[in-house]
């Protein structure tokens, strides 16, 4: 399975735009690159998924260089509601794949 | 439409026990995975169950043993409980043919604390 690599933290400010790059040297072709986000005792929540170029949704973008070696997850105008952890994961995108998680990116929002 | 359900919430144990978490999946889905998580790491992938047999494992011991139901529901097991086995233990339920993203919905998951 590639092994991704993200920063372990990040902080920021209410109303900033936050992206928060993975890195997956290792991708195999038929990987897909997935973000999912986790509050304190909850389970992680699927944000969004990619192949190549970029994908957008209602709260988030997702962009992929050519090379496919990394991948930055955007989150527009963030409040603290958005103050999580995010993980990246890349895999196969059937439904029946076993998850790698690394330890993710600890984003805290500020006031 | 209801989530994915698990049950107990939380529940203390002590070493040597055994314990038994619960999961219902999300209407529609037929395949269930199970994750630990450990205070401050991400979710560690245990096992998945779909059409009632354990289909991939990963780097757990068999104290670790699970099952899956007709009705798509699991259940995880842990024998002779370890002070390591302390964690937020996750289901997740996916559908096979349900869609292409292979999104996996997690529920609230399980609070095990070991004395």
């Known amino acids: 399975l590639a092994k991704t690599t993200q920063p372990i933290s990040m902080d920021s400010y209410e109303g900033q735009e936050v992206n928060i790059t993975c890195s997956h040297n290792?991708?195999?072709?038929?990987?897909?690159i997935t973000w999912y986000q986790q509050f304190p005792s909850q389970g992680p929540r699927f944000i969004i998924q990619?192949?190549?170029t970029k994908v957008t949704n209602e709260v988030a973008s997702l962009f992929i260089p050519a090379d496919r070696k990394s991948s930055t997850l955007s989150l527009p105008r963030v409040s603290l509601s958005d103050t999580a952890v995010y993980y990246c994961?890349?895999?196969?995108?059937?439904?029946?794949?076993?998850?790698?998680f690394g330890s993710g990116t600890r984003l805290q929002v500020q006031p | 439409d209801a989530g994915v359900t698990q049950s107990p919430t939380h529940l203390i144990k002590t070493r040597g026990q055994q314990v038994t978490l619960r999961c219902s999946p999300k209407?529609?889905?037929?395949?269930v995975s199970w994750y630990q998580q450990a205070l401050g790491q991400g979710p560690q992938f245990i096992f998945q169950?779909?059409?009632?047999?354990?289909?991939q494992r990963g780097n757990f011991p068999d104290r670790f043993s699970g099952h899956q139901f007709p009705n798509y529901s699991s259940e995880l097991n842990v024998n002779a409980l370890l002070l390591g086995d302390s964690a937020l233990y996750l289901c997740?339920?996916?559908?096979?043919?349900?869609?292409?993203?292979?999104?996996?919905?997690f529920g609230e998951g399980s609070r095990l604390t070991v004395l």
């Open positions: 990619g192949y190549k």
């Open positions: 997740a339920s996916s559908s096979f043919s349900g869609g292409g993203t292979g999104e996996l919905f």
């Open positions: 169950y779909y059409e009632e047999e354990e289909r």
């Open positions: 994961l890349v895999g196969g995108n059937t439904g029946r794949r076993a998850l790698t």
């Open positions: 209407s529609g889905h037929d395949t």
């Open positions: 290792n991708i195999a072709t038929n990987d897909y």
